[in-house]
């Protein structure tokens, strides 16, 4: 069933009861050419592109959860492509612009809302390092506007510009990034590689895999052993069990972060706004609420839960630059398991065993990277090639130390 | 979170700076090759469930701790200083 005006006016006329399923529950068959595993944004979407760009067919997403309930439930939907480093710049761009057709592509309301990311700065040293980041977006034809402090103040009058110890100076617009909605993201993928002949396989958990002669034969599941071709890992905060289970370490730690809505309000936050000296930024939902959230919480983490101190330490960034913030009421806090690669950026590259592919280490900027993800993994896994794109994200950069350090942190999986 | 400092008592995690795997402890000789730097510096076992890891009292004693804890249920069992603990 296609989704459209027409079609909703057809089925408010039959009393609504014409709408069905979005997707299939089926059984696991024995064996698949290709078995994606993790059922988030990042596995729906390549199984989604390895169906309609390189027509594979028999293809199975396991999720041991119900599907888009791990990170892409979680997370706080923001989208951009403010990074400047070669090799990390041209694939968020590239996904930027996957992001504005998604909805026709999907035939799903993604609610893509580009309403733009404001990254503020404090000091006249960090109006030149984002002068450089926007002259790198413009270079690989990305929207980029440094704004000084009036054209700024114009824009949101609600910010405390003259705080004493950090005021602001001004602030990168990048006028076509935004938000999501990040359900619509799992569902209208999910439903989209359902229609494709993709098995969406929900509650069943990889528990190992099986190699024979160094390849990948099989993977082990609370529902049995399926046999594939190649598997492909898009498991965010849980890739180094997956690793274990195959028998090789990552460079990447699993680390907690939350995240925070208040009640809904009128609208009053138009933009997407990061604080650029503490970790804090903030959009508004559709519906109404604040959402926000900080840093890591510093310590490794498998929980899906922070403690009270980062809490605490969000909020009093929050009340430093909008002091507004005071006045709402904290609705819900929650936790969600980021990969944190040792450089902080992602690996989308073959792994140590033979058939297997890995999609990991996004720390916490997945979600932007959804659709452009897909692609590149899709790709990677039916051809061999890397997206040129997202070449640059290779597993051995580590060794040969080509790192993708946007951060310039040093290799430390807690500091991206 | 509160860990016992072995040197201070128990104090509240917000005192505490953490480092990483405990793994930092092991560095490599100089000459140790490509491989056993890339495992030292990148390379983590990244359980879930108990692990050891380098804790810093950065508001107490600046004692270097190994810190042993769990990473689902965010326990902590003991902390000893580093000096006495190796990798």
């Known amino acids: 069933m296609r989704y459209s005006g027409w079609q909703i006016l057809r089925q408010a006329l039959g009393g609504n009861r014409g709408w069905k399923a979005q997707w299939r529950k089926p059984d696991p068959r024995p064996e698949y050419d ?6 988030g944004g990042h596995g729906l979407a390549t199984a989604y592109y390895l169906a309609k760009n390189h027509g594979v067919r028999r293809i199975a997403v396991l999720e041991k959860g119900a599907l888009g309930l791990g990170n892409l439930g979680r997370n706080t939907t923001v989208v951009r492509s403010t990074y400047m480093l070669p090799g990390n710049g041209e694939f968020y761009s590239f996904s930027l ?18 309403r733009g990311v404001i990254s503020l700065f404090h000091s006249d040293a960090q109006r030149d390092r984002f002068a450089r980041l926007g002259n790198a977006m413009v270079g690989r034809d990305d929207h980029a506007v440094l704004l000084g402090r009036a054209e700024l103040r114009r824009l949101v009058p609600y910010l405390d510009y003259d705080n004493t110890r950090f005021p602001i100076y001004g602030a990168l617009l990048q006028p076509d990034a935004g938000t999501a909605r990040h359900d619509a993201v799992a569902w209208g993928y999910a439903r989209a590689a359902d229609r494709l002949g993709v098995d969406l396989i929900e509650h069943c958990e990889v528990t190992g895999f099986g190699i024979a002669g160094g390849r990948v034969r099989a993977v082990e599941t609370t529902r049995g052993r ?24 990552l460079p990447i730690e699993s680390h907690v972060l939350q995240a925070f809505v208040t009640e809904g309000l009128k609208p009053v936050v138009d933009h997407v706004i990061s604080y650029g000296m503490g970790h804090f930024y903030i959009s508004q939902s559709d519906k109404g609420g604040l959402v926000f959230g900080g840093d890591l919480d510093g310590y490794a983490s498998y929980a899906q839960r922070g403690n009270l101190p980062r809490v605490e330490h969000v909020m009093e960034a929050g009340m430093t ?20 690669s040792a450089d902080g950026s992602p690996i ?10 890995l999609n990991a280490g996004w720390c916490y900027g997945g979600f932007k990277a959804v659709p452009g993800s897909g692609v590149a993994f899709a790709r ?3 051809t061999g090639e890397p997206l040129k794109a997202a070449a640059a994200y290779r597993l051995d950069r580590f060794r040969t130390g080509h790192l993708i350090d946007e951060e310039g942190t040093g290799a430390l999986h807690n500091r991206h | 979170m509160r860990i016992r400092c072995p040197l201070c008592g128990e104090r509240d995690s917000r005192e505490f700076h953490v480092m990483g795997a405990a793994e930092w402890l092991a560095r490599p000789a100089p ?5 056993a730097w890339d495992a030292y510096l990148h390379l983590r076992d990244n359980p879930a469930g108990p692990t050891r890891e380098l804790w810093f ?11 042993a804890r769990d990473t689902v249920s965010h326990a902590v069992f003991e902390a000893v200083p580093a000096w006495e603990a190796g990798a």
């Open chain 1, 34 to 39: 290709v078995v994606i595993v993790g059922g």
């Open chain 1, 97 to 114: 612009a996957l992001w504005k057709d998604l909805s026709q592509e999907l035939d799903y309301n993604v609610m893509f809302s580009p």
């Open chain 1, 226 to 249: 399926i046999n594939a071709g190649k598997v492909g890992i898009a498991v965010a905060g849980h890739s180094g069990r997956l690793a274990g289970m195959a028998g090789f370490r």
């Open chain 1, 321 to 340: 630059l909008m002091p507004m913030l005071g006045r709402a009421r904290v609705l819900r806090s929650w936790g969600g398991v980021m990969d944190m």
């Open chain 1, 348 to 357: 989308i590259d073959r792994a140590p065993v033979e058939g297997i592919f």
């Open chain 1, 380 to 382: 990677l896994i039916a």
């Open chain 2, 31 to 35: 000459d140790a090759g490509l491989e």
């Open chain 2, 57 to 67: 009292h950065e508001a107490g004693c600046g004692a270097w701790l190994v810190v």
